[in-house]
């Protein structure tokens, strides 16, 4: 509040409970980084993401801050936007995302770290190719929510097909261009400008 902050984005991670740090040696993975080891048991995920949103509504009430759920409810008091990274928790269902909405969810990533039922991510071999069919279903009820698409981790195939599949501008909120390093997760100005064009931004 001294600081004259607004809003913030807090993010939950819906790959969380089987993520590690490492991957030395892992194909396309230099130095430590996550990554998951193991597929999570059914329901797993979504159980963990539960809990983590309790725990940030239970930050936002200790701390007398506001929810942000639309643009009006930015002002003098801080506010929270809640994200999500990754669609694991819906274990491929577009339908679940209608619970998360009432629970506060603005912004979400398709995919972190496990390729999971909807598309491919930057840092394993593709599987799918791309967005799938149940993953164009899912950016579709993202838009009809009003749930911004995020893009973050998602594959240049895949980025190329949710900026098809979105009515609305999406964007990649953390990222960095490639540059003379090579890293799984820097992308080319090509993939920038997937999410450019679309009237998106690329953080």
């Given at each position: 509040?001294?600081?004259?902050?607004?809003?913030?984005?807090?993010?939950t991670i819906a790959d969380y409970v089987i993520s590690k740090w490492g991957g030395e040696g892992k194909p396309g993975m230099p130095g430590a980084m996550l990554y998951n080891d193991r597929e999570p048991e059914p329901g797993e995920c979504y159980s963990d993401i539960n809990a983590q949103i309790d725990r940030i509504d239970h930050w936002i009430e200790a701390h007398g801050l506001v929810r942000i759920l639309g643009p009006g409810d930015i002002?003098?008091?801080?506010?929270?936007?809640?994200?999500?990274?990754?669609?694991?928790?819906?274990?491929?269902?577009?339908?679940?995302?209608?619970?998360?909405?009432?629970?506060?969810?603005?912004?979400?990533?398709?995919?972190?770290y496990r390729i999971n039922e909807f598309c491919d991510i930057q840092t394993s071999p593709p599987r799918h190719?791309?967005?799938?069919?149940?993953?164009?279903?899912?950016?579709?009820?993202?838009?009809?929510?009003?749930?911004?698409?995020?893009?973050?981790?998602?594959?240049?195939?895949?980025?190329?097909?949710?900026?098809?599949?979105?009515?609305?501008?999406?964007?990649?909120?953390h990222v960095r261009l490639q540059d003379e390093t090579p890293h799984p997760r820097f992308i080319?100005?090509?993939?920038?400008?997937?999410?450019?064009?679309?009237?998106?931004?690329?953080?």
């Open positions: 509040a001294e600081g004259g902050v607004q809003a913030i984005v807090l993010s002002g003098d008091t801080p506010g929270v936007i809640l994200a999500i990274e990754g669609g694991c928790h819906l274990e491929g269902r577009p339908e679940r995302l209608a619970e998360f909405y009432d629970r506060g969810l603005r912004s979400m990533q398709l995919v972190h190719g791309g967005l799938t069919d149940i993953g164009v279903e899912l950016v579709r009820e993202m838009n009809r929510l009003g749930i911004l698409v995020d893009v973050t981790h998602a594959s240049f195939d895949s980025t190329k097909d949710i900026t098809k599949a979105s009515s609305v501008p999406v964007v990649m909120s080319s100005i090509d993939h920038a400008r997937l999410v450019a064009e679309t009237g998106g931004v690329v953080g």
